[in-house]
């Protein structure tokens, strides 16, 4: 069976996030277009690119966790890119592979967050994990304010 060509445009869009639901859909719409073969790296820190994702910015370049690559087969067994990821979490090992698995399963993993909040005063510390917010806490410091007659030291300054 001849593969179908798939007319695909590489163009920046600029950066946009994406919640991990709605990059598993558009995995599986990748999965169920005709013909089509595609070849997935997960490159980690420090991985250098090939020249058809040179026009990517320097971000992707010198990226701390790592990018997945999405490329897809066009006849005659040529790659052409068609989509960049930077991950919140590193890559650990690097992988090439013409099946979203991979991917699936980097994305799929159960991760915990720790989040600190400061704030005039007040803080509040949380911890998500996948995506669910597990606890919090919240609380303040007492800082004195400032007596109107001066502080405490304002005796040694009257002389």
Not at 19 to 35: A, C, K, M, V, W
Not at 63 to 78: A, C, H, Y
């Amino acid at each position: 069976m001849e593969p179908v060509p798939v007319s695909v445009t590489a163009e920046i869009a600029g950066p946009r996030k994406m919640h991990r639901s709605r990059l598993l859909e558009r995995l599986i719409d990748f999965e169920i277009e005709p013909g089509s073969k595609f070849v997935i790296e997960l490159l980690p820190s420090g991985y250098s690119l090939d020249e058809e994702w040179y026009s990517l910015p320097r971000s992707a370049h010198e990226s701390e966790n790592g990018i997945v690559l999405i490329s897809v087969e066009t006849p005659p067994s040529e790659l052409q890119p068609l989509m960049a990821l930077l991950p919140p979490f590193p890559i650990a090992i690097a992988s090439e592979s013409n099946s979203f698995d991979d991917l699936r399963n980097f994305t799929s993993q159960p991760r915990a967050i720790g989040i600190i909040l400061l704030r005039l005063g007040h803080w509040a510390i949380g911890i998500a994990e996948d995506g669910e917010l597990v606890t919090t806490k919240t609380g303040s410091r007492y800082v004195k304010g400032q007596h109107r007659k001066g502080g405490q030291s304002s005796n040694r300054f009257r002389r």
